[in-house]
């Protein structure tokens, strides 16, 4: 492909919000977040191994498919990328043809993985959650039906960073569980967030990792704010 039939291809797919660099193009280059993915991927990159060969991968929500490739590129065996939006698909298809990367697209949402009738040894759920009308079950049907062994997951969290130590019940007269701004929190968006009409629900860090752990997983490693590498509990 010329370079400007790869320009073409990619402005006839814009807007992406995974800023790519496929045959020395920029997909995003003026992305309001800036050189992103890559500078997210960069402060955690490290608790993935660099030699995947023997490895099956899973990407919900792949996006234009950052994160499936780098899986690709560190030689898993099997990758496969799922997204609802069938635009982000073909983005993560042209650049998957660029890279000559051999990976499985499929059209679905998080509910409909189920269907896939497997397990993954590393499900990549990044930037999901707070798009989602019922976050809670999504995690559940992942913990359920496709994790395998580790789970990489991030969501957009706002509000206090800090964790609140939680007792195992209370009384139905005492307050406490909900006073405080390091208590489990998911804030409801009625509206639009950043204009967007698919912000949903955000946590802060405590509403976060409990509904983690509530959904049977365990956080192994928590390498910079809202990204957390997790276990089966």
Not at 23 to 38: C, R
Not at 43 to 61: A, E, K, N, S, W
Not at 79 to 108: K, N, T
Request: hydrophobic share 45%; aromatic share 12%.
């Amino acid at each position: 492909m010329d370079n400007e039939n790869l320009k073409s291809r990619i402005e006839d797919l814009a807007p992406w919000f995974h800023n790519l660099r496929l045959g020395g193009v920029q997909t995003a280059p003026n992305h309001f977040l800036g050189d992103y993915p890559s500078f997210k991927w960069a402060g955690f990159r490290h608790i993935l191994p660099d030699d995947m060969q023997g490895m099956t991968v899973l990407d919900i929500g792949c996006n234009a498919g950052f994160y499936a490739l780098e899986m690709a590129r560190r030689g898993a065996d099997r990758v496969v990328a799922v997204d609802s939006d069938p635009r982000y698909l073909a983005q993560a298809r042209l650049a998957a043809e660029v890279e000559g990367a051999a990976i499985e697209f499929r059209q679905m949402s998080v509910y409909d993985v189920p269907t896939l009738g497997e397990r993954f040894d590393l499900v990549i759920f990044m930037g999901v959650l707070y798009h989602l009308r019922h976050p809670l079950l999504a995690l559940d049907i992942i913990r359920e039906h496709v994790v395998g062994d580790r789970l990489l997951f991030q969501s957009m969290q706002r509000g206090s960073d800090h964790v609140a130590a939680i007792a195992e019940d209370y009384d139905f007269n005492d307050s406490t569980p909900f006073e405080g701004p390091d208590v489990p929190l998911l804030y409801f968006i009625e509206r639009r967030y950043a204009g967007d009409p698919t912000n949903w629900f955000v946590p802060n860090r405590a509403g976060m990792e409990a509904m983690l752990r509530s959904a049977g997983f365990r956080v192994i490693e928590h390498p910079e704010r809202e990204v957390y590498l997790c276990g089966l509990a």
